[in-house]
C-alpha cells in the first residue's frame, strides 16, 4: 500500500509546452466509522487545484490512483483539443 503517489506527463498544446502533474494522497478517515466503510480515503490535486474521482473512497495505492487520473485528464484534453482544432501532443518523460 503506498500512501502517496505522482504522476507527471510533458505535453504541448499549439506549440506551448505545458505539464500535467497529478497527486493524491490517502489520509485515514477521523472519527467513527460504519460497518464495511474503508478505513482510507484519497485527496487528488491535478496542477494545484483538488478534484473529485469516484474512485477516491475506496483506493488502497495512492501511485496507480494518481497514474490512473493523469490519463483520464489527458485523453480528456486530448478530445478536447480535437474539437477546438488544436495541436495535441504528449512528450517524453
Known sequence: MKLKGKYSQKYTLDKEQKELVVDVELKQ???LMK??????????????????????????????MAERIGLEIIEAWKTRAKKEGKSFRLKRK
Open 29 to 31: 478517515i477521523d472519527g
Open 35 to 64: 460497518p464495511g466503510q474503508n478505513v482510507w480515503y484519497g485527496v487528488a490535486t491535478a496542477n494545484g487545484k483538488t478534484i473529485d474521482h469516484k474512485d477516491l473512497s475506496h483506493c488502497v495505492n495512492a501511485e496507480s
